[in-house]
């Protein structure tokens, strides 16, 4: 049983807490005998994993209470049908950021897409569904939850991947390429995010009632960025950046949530480094410039 | 660790048990477990269990051990307890030591073959063992083949 379940328990009774650790107990022993059929004992690093295991697929976290319930049993076979409908998801998404993969070569998204198509035969649904057993190198804009386990995780990252895939192909692909190279001149071999500078660029256009899809930020549109951030309040800023980012969703016809929520969180996310920049005298670092006529990598 | 806290008593009461039942068979041979031999036994696997960092899903393997080395030639009756006490902490490092690659029934065949062969009745010699002999005692008996002839 893992520390966190025994810190949730107090949400029983005590006597609804036995109850609870005696059921897991069982379950975890039926889970044991099933793992090393041929072994009374397990170290118990494996035995705290099972453990983990099964309050994951009984959704424990949700409701201790599920431990109490009189047919356990079911709900852990229920619980793995859930999980491996999921990984059928996870199937789908997969194929989906495999098609999108945007015109912009980066080798950790290529490297981790190609991990995750081999997830799910490693993927163990009966005994640690908690694991992630693929490499998940490439850096989303921002990060799936630490708290999200298993396949939960993986399909919750490739959803993220795919919001910023499907925001890339809006744009012309060699002036994507263009913003990303202006921001890392080595994109292709380093473990940075495609979305975020493309995308931070189109907001600053945006913001300034501009077309997104142009991309490039000229010093002058610059400039009037930087006249209307420096004397905003943090609580001013926020709104003006989330403004934006609603200007933007509308300018490039995003209506999906996810992605319009994606897109708020962004530049939400912007506003400290607006402001460190500002601090440093210049936006040219943040919403960058390139020349629309250079040849492109 | 909190595993340990949660289903310790569970563990004590069966092994216990079964350790009693054990005292049938391995009477024939002389050795046998008094009650209270039993009963700090099983509290000498709890220790066991948690030197080696392992946890008991069945009973334990006190009883299992008893049966299959209670003919050995190398036991003595006054010994019986201490013996199985460390046999059974040997066990649970080698199942660390093998990586649980090998099943219960197969590593305690394999450790009383050891025990009663090339250790000459010594449990020292036995702990000191390569893990990797447990996987190939074949090779074992074919030096001792050879070096009967």
Same mark, same amino acid.
């Given at each position: 049983?893992?520390?966190?379940? +025994?810190?949730?328990?107090?949400?029983?009774?005590?006597?609804?807490?036995?109850?609870?650790?005696?059921?897991?107990?069982?379950?975890?022993?039926?889970?044991?005998?099933?793992?090393?059929?041929?072994?009374?004992?397990?170290?118990?690093?494996?035995?705290?994993?099972?453990?983990?295991?099964?309050?994951?697929?009984?959704?424990?976290?949700?409701?201790?209470?599920?431990?109490?319930?009189?047919?356990?049993?079911?709900?852990?076979?229920?619980?793995?049908?859930?999980?491996?409908?999921?990984?059928?998801?996870?199937?789908?998404?997969?194929?989906?950021?495999?098609?999108?993969?945007?015109?912009?070569?980066?080798?950790?998204?290529?490297?981790?897409?190609?991990?995750?198509?081999?997830?799910?035969?490693?993927?163990?649904?009966?005994?640690?569904?908690?694991?992630?057993?693929?490499?998940?190198?490439?850096?989303?804009?921002?990060?799936?939850?630490?708290?999200?386990?298993?396949?939960?995780?993986?399909?919750?990252?490739?959803?993220?991947?795919?919001?910023?895939?499907?925001?890339?192909?809006?744009?012309?692909?060699?002036?994507?390429?263009?913003?990303?190279?202006?921001?890392?001149?080595?994109?292709?071999?380093?473990?940075?995010?495609?979305?975020?500078?493309?995308?931070?660029?189109?907001?600053?256009?945006?913001?300034?009632?501009?077309?997104?899809?142009?991309?490039?930020?000229?010093?002058?549109?610059?400039?009037?960025?930087?006249?209307?951030?420096?004397?905003?309040?943090?609580?001013?800023?926020?709104?003006?950046?989330?403004?934006?980012?609603?200007?933007?969703?509308?300018?490039?016809?995003?209506?999906?949530?996810?992605?319009?929520?994606?897109?708020?969180?962004?530049?939400?996310?912007?506003?400290?480094?607006?402001?460190?920049?500002?601090?440093?005298?210049?936006?040219?670092?943040?919403?960058?410039?390139?020349?629309?006529?250079?040849? +492109?990598? | 660790?909190?595993?340990?806290?949660?289903?310790?008593?569970?563990?004590?009461?069966?092994?216990?048990?079964?350790?009693?039942?054990?005292?049938?068979?391995?009477?024939?041979?002389?050795?046998?477990?008094?009650?209270?031999?039993?009963?700090?036994?099983?509290?000498?696997?709890?220790?066991?269990?948690?030197?080696?960092?392992?946890?008991?899903?069945?009973?334990? +393997?006190?009883?299992?051990?008893?049966?299959?080395?209670?003919?050995?030639?190398? +036991?003595?009756?006054?010994?019986?307890?201490?013996?199985?006490?460390?046999?059974?902490?040997?066990?649970?490092?080698?199942?660390?030591?093998?990586?649980?690659?090998?099943?219960?029934?197969?590593?305690?065949?394999?450790?009383?073959?050891?025990?009663?062969?090339?250790?000459?009745?010594?449990?020292?010699?036995?702990?000191?063992?390569?893990?990797?002999?447990?996987?190939?005692?074949?090779?074992?008996?074919?030096?001792?083949?050879?070096?009967?002839?």
């Amino acid at each position: 049983m893992s520390s966190e379940l +025994i810190q949730r328990l107090p949400v029983l009774s005590v006597e609804e807490a036995l109850l609870a650790q005696e059921a897991l107990w069982r379950l975890l022993r039926r889970q044991a005998r099933l793992y090393a059929l041929e072994s009374s004992s397990l170290p118990v690093e494996t035995a705290a994993a099972l453990a983990k295991s099964i309050c994951l697929t009984l959704g424990v976290d949700r409701d201790p209470r599920v431990l109490l319930s009189a047919d356990l049993d079911q709900q852990l076979c229920l619980g793995q049908r859930r999980l491996t409908q999921k990984v059928e998801l996870s199937k789908q998404l997969w194929r989906t950021a495999c098609l999108t993969l945007p015109e912009i070569g980066n080798r950790s998204l290529t490297d981790t897409l190609r991990s995750i198509g081999g997830f799910w035969n490693r993927y163990d649904v009966h005994f640690f569904a908690q694991e992630v057993p693929c490499d998940m190198d490439y850096q989303l804009s921002q990060p799936v939850s630490e708290t999200l386990q298993g396949v939960d995780y993986v399909n919750d990252w490739l959803r993220r991947l795919c919001l910023e895939q499907d925001f890339l192909r809006r744009f012309d692909p060699s002036s994507a390429r263009a913003v990303v190279a202006r921001s890392c001149p080595d994109y292709r071999r380093l473990l940075i995010n495609l979305f975020e500078p493309v995308a931070v660029n189109a907001l600053g256009l945006a913001l300034q009632g501009e077309d997104p899809r142009i991309l490039s930020v000229s010093p002058s549109l610059r400039r009037k960025l930087e006249t209307q951030f420096a004397p905003l309040t943090e609580a001013e800023s926020n709104a003006a950046l989330s403004a934006g980012a609603e200007s933007l969703c509308a300018g490039l016809g995003i209506q999906n949530q996810q992605a319009t929520r994606y897109l708020n969180g962004l530049a939400l996310g912007l506003r400290p480094r607006l402001r460190a920049a500002l601090d440093a005298g210049t936006l040219e670092y943040v919403f960058l410039e390139f020349p629309v006529s250079s040849e +492109i990598r | 660790m909190d595993l340990e806290r949660i289903f310790l008593p569970a563990q004590l009461t069966v092994t216990a048990e079964e350790l009693a039942q054990s005292n049938r068979v391995s009477r024939k041979f002389g050795l046998v477990l008094s009650p209270a031999q039993a009963d700090t036994l099983a509290r000498r696997q709890v220790e066991a269990l948690r030197e080696t960092g392992r946890i008991e899903f069945g009973g334990g +393997i006190l009883k299992k051990l008893a049966l299959e080395f209670c003919d050995s030639p190398f +036991i003595q009756p006054e010994d019986w307890a201490d013996t199985l006490a460390q046999l059974q902490t040997i066990f649970y490092e080698l199942k660390n030591e093998t990586k649980d690659r090998l099943g219960d029934d197969d590593l305690i065949f394999r450790m009383t073959a050891r025990f009663n062969g090339a250790a000459g009745g010594s449990l020292d010699a036995l702990e000191s063992t390569p893990p990797e002999w447990f996987f190939h005692p074949e090779a074992e008996r074919g030096c001792e083949a050879e070096d009967e002839l």
